[in-house]
């Protein structure tokens, strides 16, 4: 089993930054995705970035040259740098990790709780 944890969220004025942190911990599959993903109040949850283990990165427009995902593979670990925040950012941001185990034939997912994120204008 997975579990990830969130932290770094809070409130903070629109052109301000947050730092979001993401810890991993249980049997984690060596080679996996990490991600950030949004979910503004009464919508659905959207992608936000995400990263593989090589590095490479993908970003929804809405928050591109604004923010910034990166790992540390040896801890774990995922963040999620954001800056000029907007109050559209404002929601409960979630974590999540997935892999592929080929000797199964099987993706297994995996998401935190969810940090809150307020952004006032």
């Known amino acids: 089993q997975v579990q990830l944890v969130e932290s770094g969220g809070g409130l903070v004025q629109a052109g301000g930054s947050l730092r979001l942190s993401c810890a991993a911990s249980?049997?984690?599959?060596?080679?996996?995705?990490k991600g950030w993903y949004h979910q503004a109040p009464g919508k659905q949850r959207e992608l936000v970035a995400t990263?593989?283990?090589?590095?490479?990165?993908n970003y929804a427009d809405s928050v591109k040259g604004r923010f910034t995902i990166s790992r540390d593979s040896a801890k774990n670990m995922v963040y999620l740098q954001m800056n000029s925040l907007k109050p559209e950012d404002t929601g409960v941001y979630y974590c999540?990790?997935?892999?592929?185990?080929?000797?199964?034939?099987?993706?297994?997912?995996?998401w935190g709780q969810g940090t809150q994120v307020t952004v006032s204008s």
């Open positions: 999540s990790l997935d892999y592929y185990k080929p000797s199964l034939g099987r993706r297994y997912v995996y």
């Open positions: 249980g049997s984690i599959f060596s080679i996996n995705n």
């Open positions: 990263i593989t283990t090589a590095g490479s990165t």
